[in-house]
């Protein structure tokens, strides 16, 4: 049984009513029904959002998690810095973490980079093509073929300003001619980390069997395995 808790700021559903319509119970939730979906009960998932007491990500909700994922945009700044502080702690323990689209600016993805992680963007609902670079690799399982297609895409260009991936395992075209190391794997201390391109909220991506194929993959890769050990809180 993997230990999933989906984070997300929740916050473009309760403002926009395009996102919305999109997203009726919130991206968390579509993100869940995915994986229970393809995991089913291989996975216990619970959900938290940044309204919550110390944004839902207690000492007690990270003792019963084995991967975190996470989706921010607007909201980065308003993630206490002590909670990132205890999140990356736990990843240093050996808790995976899936850095979800718009997160490559959230402050916990940062702080485990070490670097910018800026990138360049344009939105302008292009076409996508997101190409497997690493067809063996255990996150790309089931893609069956060189690439898969998101019909509505924001886009998200090089240069990404992230440390040279471990592995990289897709990598985006758009129509509009830039490319984009749209999924990468890093290790940081025990904890295994993925960033994920695809999930702007204003397109029903989360709704697309690919992205739920990878997602459900990366939850299975970055659980803690052989010698990682997180049951205890470890701050840096
Ligand atoms: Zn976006």
New binding site residues.
């Given amino acids: 049984m993997i230990r999933v808790l989906i984070w997300n700021e929740f916050v473009h559903e309760r403002k926009t009513p395009e996102v919305a319509a999109i997203y009726p119970n919130g991206i968390h939730n579509a993100i869940k029904d995915g994986l229970v979906e393809l995991l089913g009960e291989t996975v216990e998932i619970r959900t938290a959002t940044l309204d919550q007491p110390e944004h839902g990500l207690t000492d007690d909700a990270l003792d019963q998690t084995d991967v975190l994922l996470w989706w921010g ?1 607007l909201a980065h700044d308003q993630v206490a810095d002590a909670i990132v502080e205890r999140v990356q702690g736990r990843v240093l323990a050996g808790m995976g973490l899936i850095g979800l ?2 997160a490559h600016a959230a402050k916990i993805f940062q702080r485990l980079m070490g670097t910018g992680c800026m990138l360049r ?1 344009r ?1 302008a609902s292009e076409r996508e093509k997101v190409w497997v670079v690493d067809p063996s690799h255990a996150i790309a399982a089931g893609i069956d073929n060189e690439h898969f297609e998101i019909p509505q895409a ?1 886009m ?1 260009g090089e240069f990404f300003d992230i440390p040279q991936p471990d592995e990289l395992i897709f990598i985006s075209w758009f129509e509009g001619g830039e490319v984009f190391r749209s999924g990468c794997t890093w290790r940081r201390g025990k904890g295994k980390v993925f960033y994920f391109r695809p ?4 397109y029903p991506i989360y709704h697309q069997l690919e992205i739920k194929r990878v997602l459900a993959n990366a939850v299975q890769w970055a659980t803690p395995s052989g010698s990682e050990y997180f049951g205890e809180a470890r701050e840096c």
Avoid: D, L, N
């Fill in positions: 945009h689209h718009s963007w939105e924001e998200y999930g702007h909220e204003t």
